[in-house]
């Protein structure tokens, strides 16, 4: 698509429930990153992907929090029993243009979403 | 891991008038981008800038990688430039997250 799409943009939901959050990426870009931004606070990186493959996951705060990329393209965040200490807006990235079959070389310039903004009561 | 400061923290101006962000790093950058956090929430690119300046209608930026730091200046202030503006960095070769900064506050009063 021509930007960043995440769904859902609200997500109200009980301690201890599993939520999934999706990102669809900017069409034709290999990278992409999710970030965690608390109220008042700048975002906080947690994983990212180049295609399907995870480079770095050393930002998710424990094994409750997972993420996948299966093709290369739309990616999920799942938390499992949740906590009310994850309540956050949870933002995805995109960036990166795939180019003559390798990734850019070129600047890594991140596009983000509108964010998913979670409350877990 | 890489620290990034930015200075003020809140700033509050009428409309009309100049700013100037800064944001300090603390080791040398492969990438440093600045965002603009509009009131709605949405986090906005302005300026990808590891090094030199760039203009951009009423903004600009100025990054002097070698003193790491970089100023975003905002002249006639007009009131839809409030929100949060920040600064990220990264490391590069290998080392591909943005770490950000905690945010200048901006409130332009009409």
């Known amino acids: 698509g021509a930007g960043v799409s995440q769904s859902p943009r609200y997500k109200v939901t009980k301690r201890g429930q599993d939520v999934a959050l999706r990102c669809d990426p900017i069409?034709?870009?290999?990278?992409l990153y999710w970030y965690r931004q608390a109220l008042g606070q700048g975002p906080e990186f947690l994983t990212y992907?180049?295609?399907?493959?995870?480079?770095?996951k050393s930002g998710l705060p424990n094994d409750r929090f997972s993420a996948e990329r299966p093709e290369g393209s739309i990616s999920t965040l799942t938390i499992q029993r949740t906590e009310q200490r994850d309540s956050a807006m949870y933002r995805c990235?995109?960036?990166?243009?795939?180019?003559?079959?390798?990734?850019?070389?070129?600047?890594?310039?991140?596009?983000f979403g509108a964010g998913s903004r979670l409350t877990v009561l | 891991g890489i620290q990034v400061e930015q200075s003020p923290p809140d700033l509050i101006l009428q409309e009309g008038a100049n700013s100037t962000l800064r944001c300090n790093f603390s080791?040398?950058?492969?990438?440093l981008q600045w965002f603009h956090q509009n009131p709605w929430g949405q986090l906005i690119n302005l300026f990808y800038i590891p090094s030199g300046t760039k203009q951009n209608g009423r903004l600009s930026a100025t990054t002097v990688a070698t003193e790491r730091y970089s100023l975003l200046y905002i002249s006639s202030s007009q009131t839809t430039d409030s929100g949060v503006y920040f600064c990220?960095?990264?490391?590069?070769?290998?080392?591909?997250?943005?770490?950000f900064g905690t945010g200048t506050r901006l409130t332009i009063i009409p």
């Open positions: 080791d040398s950058v492969n990438n």
């Open positions: 990220a960095v990264e490391l590069g070769f290998g080392n591909e997250k943005l770490t």
């Open positions: 990235a995109s960036s990166r243009p795939f180019s003559r079959g390798t990734v850019s070389s070129g600047a890594n310039v991140l596009t």
């Open positions: 069409s034709g870009h290999v990278s």
């Open positions: 992907f180049n295609y399907e493959a995870q480079q770095d």
